[in-house]
């Protein structure tokens, strides 16, 4: 698409191209080349980005220049909205009558039987013959468990397919695929310069579906499924874990279940009847709280004075226990030295014998 052009071109959407020495007009396909030099069919040109159009046209030469308008009827306000006429530029790659364009295809289905890794799913496809086409393809859950389509089952369209793991009635599987697109086979050369010159300008040719929505005022009439809606989740109950008795055994006393009584008694307080107190005894009643916050307010603070006390004491023991420990260590030193000393004195002796 050319850089200076406003609208973006759409795929189906009819195109006059001026190709060598013919100009002619002719419904496209846009298409992506990718990596594996696949065609993807492409619903709009992208910005900024060349792709491949693929036409119903003459033979021509390779590297042959090419130039495509939307219409060469010069009315005024459209050249207003447009700015720029030129829609696209570019040169022909190939000539080739087998071109695949290839569309992605997303077919969706649900679970309608489950047994263990088998399921029978419904909804995908619309009759036996469509199902025997697509044997053997790969189908996948949303929650990601892979499987394989394997043989239709009646009602029409289901089938049976096995999976790498059991499914869930709630899940929803998808096959994803590619389908070809076929090239329109429209050709239709331009020859309004051959019209008389009040008539050249006033050549239209094949409309575009906005245009002729706009004339015949047709308003679009939007699907249902594309329409946004408030998603409501519900939750989901899962089965409660029961452990099989002879894993029970073998398992250890702090994983085992506990299991509480069959017929727990209710307790006194969930039984018990509202009393009313009369103004005596609500006075009663106030008195002795009173009493009882005057008790506790005691009690914690005897209670902190206790503390206060034992953590005094025991630091008076801890010095105690310093200097007894310091006491010993100098009295270990004096023995020592004192040991030392006569060890000494005997040695000197038993010399001073020898010398004799």
Known sequence: KHRWYKKTLKTADPLIISLGWRRFQTVPIYAKVEDDLK????????????????????????????????????????????????????????????????????LIGTPEKIYQKTAYIKGMFNSTLEVAKFEGAKIRT????????????????????TFEDRIQLSDIVFCRTWFRVNVPKFYAPV????????????????????????????????????????????????????????????LPYKDKPKLGPVNPKKSFESERVAVVLSPHEQKVAKM???????????????????????????????NEKFKKLQRQK???????????????KNEEKKKGGVKK
């Not at 720029?84 to 695949?100: I, L, M, P, Q, Y």
């Not at 949303?142 to 397919?161: D, L, N, T, W, Y």
Request: glycine content about 4%; proline content about 5%; overall charge positive.
């Open 39 to 106: 065609h993807r069919y492409l619903k709009y040109t992208p910005n900024h980005v060349t792709c491949s159009m693929s036409f119903w046209g003459p033979i021509t030469p390779q590297n042959t220049g090419m130039m495509a308008i939307q219409t060469v009827a010069y009315d005024q306000k459209e050249v207003r909205k447009l700015g720029f006429r030129v829609a696209a530029t570019g040169a022909v790659s190939e000539s080739d009558k087998n071109v695949e364009i290839m569309k992605k295809l997303k």
């Open 288 to 318: 002795m709280n009173m009493i009882k916050t005057n008790f506790k307010t005691k009690q914690s603070k005897q209670l902190r004075q206790t503390r206060e006390r034992s953590k005094k004491y025991k630091k008076q023991l801890m």
């Open 191 to 250: 020859t309004n310069l051959l019209l008389p010159p009040e008539q050249k300008t006033q050549w239209i040719g094949m409309k575009t579906l906005g245009q002729l929505k706009r004339e015949k005022n047709i308003q679009f009439e939007p699907k249902e499924d594309s329409t946004y809606k408030k998603i409501v989740r519900e939750k989901l109950a899962f089965r409660p874990l029961v452990i099989p008795k002879s894993l029970q055994k073998a």
């Open 330 to 344: 100098d009295l270990k030193k004096k023995v020592f030295k004192a040991i030392s000393k006569m060890d000494a």
């Open 142 to 161: 949303v929650s990601g468990i892979r499987g394989q389509i394997k043989k239709a089952v009646p009602p029409e369209g289901s089938f049976r397919a």
